[in-house]
């Protein structure tokens, strides 16, 4: 079956570190990939998307490229903030069904 | 437009008894979906509705139940309710297909 796997957490960095979140998939065919964010006490928001290979997903200094190759998703920021403390999850969609990691916690110093 | 809806924030319940679930979808979204959140088992998928058929579902016992309305606002319920129940229970609508899916607050359930 279709799965999800993340790097583990927790990652700690200090404001204006770069952040990279790995990713990697297996799934028949080549499903959409996504990136949520979640902060605590919420649900989940949609923080960038891919819907084919070589598609790059960008939103809010965040990016990812989807790369059939490695089949890897990895999240990237060039410089963080405190406010991007949360947990991250990488995500696909196959059947109707979003499959995802564990998630990553990542906190970020002042 | 306003966002997915899930009622209540909050629930706490007894062992055995039984709870219903709410969501109201993003307008002119026909698809809902529903996912429980544990620390130990992460986000598992429970199942998916369009247009009031279940398309899809999840590795969960009977006592997990869902359905559509035409107006596709869902409902989720669980009887017979065990702790291991405790979880956070989010509804994601989407507009079907491989589109992305957007989430609610989600449900808080304690079951004690």
């Known amino acids: 079956g279709n799965s999800v796997t993340q790097m583990e957490g927790p990652v700690t960095l200090s404001e204006e570190a770069f952040l990279t979140i790995n990713c990697t998939y297996t799934?028949?065919?080549?499903?959409?990939l996504f990136w949520y964010v979640q902060y605590p006490g919420e649900g989940l928001q949609l923080l960038l998307k891919?819907?084919?290979?070589?598609d790059k997903g960008s939103n809010k200094g965040f990016e990812a490229t989807y790369r059939k190759e490695t089949t890897s998703f990895h999240l990237e920021k060039g410089s963080v903030q405190v406010s991007d403390s949360a947990v991250y999850f990488c995500?696909?969609?196959?059947?109707?069904?979003?499959?995802f990691g564990a998630g990553t916690t990542v906190t970020v110093r002042a | 437009k306003a966002g997915v809806t899930q009622t209540p924030r909050y629930l706490i319940k007894t062992r055995g008894q039984q709870v219903t679930l709410s969501c109201s979808p993003i307008s002119g979204h026909r698809s809902v979906s529903w996912y429980q959140q544990t620390p130990g088992q992460g986000l598992q998928f429970l199942f998916e509705?369009?247009?009031?058929?279940?398309?899809n579902k999840g590795n969960f016992p009977g006592r997990f139940s869902g359905r559509q309305f035409s107006n596709s606002r869902s409902e989720m319920n669980v009887s017979t309710l065990e702790l291991g129940d405790s979880a956070l229970y989010l509804c994601?609508?989407?507009?079907?297909?491989?589109?992305?899916?957007?989430f609610g607050q989600g449900t808080r359930l304690t079951v004690v």
């Open positions: 891919a819907t084919k290979a070589d």
């Open positions: 995500a696909l969609i196959d059947d109707y069904k979003l499959s």
């Open positions: 799934a028949t065919g080549y499903p959409s």
């Open positions: 994601a609508s989407s507009g079907g297909g491989r589109t992305e899916a957007f």
């Open positions: 509705y369009f247009s009031e058929t279940q398309r």
